[in-house]
């Protein structure tokens, strides 16, 4: 029985505007970070939550390079 790789959630080092998290969540969810990163700007605008969820995971979530 062959085991699938457990799926990380990380900042990507390759694929980032201002820190890599839009990009390591594309990545986890199997999107286009650009979808990620329109989406975040839209609900922020409305809610603002994401600026603070951003800034949270921009110290929580270890930076990996996406390429390995």
């Known amino acids: 029985m062959t085991q699938t790789p457990a799926k990380e959630l990380f900042r990507t080092s390759d694929d980032k505007v201002i820190a890599g998290v839009c990009g390591g969540l594309a990545q986890y969810f ?13 609900i922020s605008l409305f809610t603002g939550v994401p600026v603070i969820a951003y800034l949270v995971a921009m110290f929580v979530l270890p930076e990996r ?4």
Do not use: C, K, Q, Y
């Open 30 to 42: 199997n999107l286009d970070p650009g979808i990620v990163r329109i989406a975040t700007v839209v």
């Open 65 to 68: 390079n996406s390429l390995r």
